[in-house]
């Protein structure tokens, strides 16, 4: 027997009916933001990604040579691939691009629950713009997805990338040290929350310059995020208004206490709201504010959404489109955490019809089923002639809100009898189109 690769999994018609919903829920929400859908090949040239993240990254993809001995691979996420696109065929169209997309993508990885080789992300780019508001509007969105989730239990983290940079690149290094590696360094534990590794390696690299205010200053700074505190408070503490390095700083603080500003009046309050400037999420191409999304019941993979601003149109000889500002959703993460809450979306199709014919009626019943369809009506045809106990059995088992059952007395009579599963509540119809549709649609209203 053949099993399926390792990493991957199967769908069947329940799972796959969660996921749609959930995709289309997703959309619905992009939408009324006035985002669009766009797509990209499962497959892309390789340097599109190390170009992005280094040739290191190679280790962790699908990639391989096709037959004319191209280096392509996999993706293994959709950001860089719309920002291709954007470069590639959509340099004439109107500015900025509000672009949305959903997809599967692959990484070479150990797979566990929550995470596989193959995975599918939602994400959106806003392209062409930037500032407060744009990510005002991004992080509003963001929070609309979450809500249409049906999530309740989960926290909105927020920093600045640019502030956190632009704080540690004040430390002064001993002679013989790489500055660049120290920040490097520096950014990913606190981004980690491993502070006490952070105040190690702090305390064996500053030079005696730095004054002992600036540290102190520093580790005021950095303690509000490990013991809780104001962080925007904090943060004007940290920056000295006589100090030429600190104006970025006050910009910077500026324009974010103006996005947090816009957020409240675009979007309802989050469960959980924390401001946190050690955030900087990893990626050396996030520039300005940067945002996750928290779930705890996930526990060590928590995290189900993450975005800010970045710069990476300039790699596509796009700088005039830079910064950019979007963010990606683990579709996967969002499944597994409304399960851990017993979250069900709702589907928002219209209600669906078991139509049972029983006996040599199916010229008077398959004119009724087609027009119904055109009707925009799901319609399930039994076909297998199994008798009416077995066929209520069918139409129960694939979760159908009516039933029809029509034989030949109907037929003669001219009338059914229309059935709703959930009550038992039973309407009696003219075998006609309209009429039924007209029955039909009052029962779905009234469910």
């Known amino acids: 027997m053949v099993e399926r690769p ?31 859908r766009v797509q990209t090949p499962i497959f892309e040239r390789l340097d599109l990604f190390t170009a992005k993240s280094g040739p290191e990254v190679v280790n962790q993809l699908y990639a391989f040579k096709d037959r004319s001995d191209r280096n392509l691979t996999l993706r293994p996420e959709l950001t860089a691939p719309v920002m291709r696109m954007v470069a590639d065929s959509m340099r004439a169209d109107a500015k900025p691009y509000r672009l949305s997309y959903f997809g599967q993508c692959f990484r070479y990885e150990e797979s ?8 599918y992300q939602y994400g959106i780019e806003h392209i062409g713009a930037s500032g407060p508001l744009v990510e005002a509007e991004v ?22 990338v640019g502030i956190l940079r632009n704080v540690l690149e004040q430390i002064e290094m001993n002679e013989g040290n790489n500055p660049e590696g120290f920040l490097e360094d ?11 590794t952070f105040w190690e390696m702090l305390d064996d690299n500053i030079a005696m310059g730095i004054s002992d205010d600036w540290i102190d200053n520093l580790r005021g700074f950095v303690s509000c995020f490990e013991r809780g505190g104001d962080p ?23 324009g974010f206490l103006e996005m947090l500003e816009a957020i409240k009046n675009l979007a309802s309050a989050p469960p959980k709201l924390e401001i946190d400037f050690t955030i900087s999420r990893g990626l050396d191409y996030y520039t300005g504010m940067v945002f996750e999304f928290h779930v705890p019941s996930l526990r060590g993979e928590s995290q189900i959404l993450g975005g800010g601003s970045y710069r990476l149109m300039h790699l596509f000889d796009q700088p005039d489109l830079d910064p950019c500002c979007g963010f990606g959703l683990g579709f996967d993460r969002v499944l ?9 979306l709702q589907n928002q199709e219209r209600g669906q019809i078991a139509v049972i014919p029983l006996g040599d009626v199916h010229t008077q019943v398959l004119p009724i089923v087609g027009g119904l369809r055109d009707k925009g009506h799901i319609v399930h045809l039994e076909v297998r002639d199994r008798g009416l106990k077995r066929a209520m059995r069918w139409a129960n088992g694939i979760g159908v809100n009516l039933v029809m059952i029509i034989g030949e007395r109907d037929i003669e009579s001219g009338k059914i009898e229309i ?15 309209e009429s039924i549709d007209d029955v039909v649609r009052t029962l779905l209203n009234t469910e």
């Not at 566990?112 to 995975?119: A, I, Q």
């Not at 992080?139 to 600045?160: K, N, V």
């Not at 925007?232 to 910077?252: L, S, Y």
């Not at 955490?337 to 017993?342: C, D, H, I, P, R």
């Open 419 to 433: 059935k709703r599963l959930a009550d038992g509540h039973i309407v009696q119809s003219k075998i006609e189109l």
């Open 336 to 344: 597994l955490a409304m399960e851990n809450e017993g979250v069900h």
């Open 6 to 36: 390792r990493g991957t999994r199967d769908f069947g018609v329940n799972e796959m009916a969660e996921r749609l919903t959930l995709e289309r829920a997703l959309d619905n929400v992009a939408n009324s933001h006035g985002y669009n």
């Open 232 to 254: 925007i408070e904090t943060a004007r503490k940290m920056f000295p208004h006589d100090a030429d390095w600190a104006k970025k700083c006050w910009q910077d603080l500026d």
């Open 139 to 160: 992080i509003a969105l963001a929070i609309r997805m979450m809500q249409a989730t049906g999530l309740q239990d989960w926290t909105l983290r927020i920093g600045h």
């Open 186 to 196: 520096a950014m990913r534990l606190l981004d980690k929350g491993d502070f006490s």
């Open 112 to 119: 566990k629950k929550g995470r596989y080789r193959e995975f």
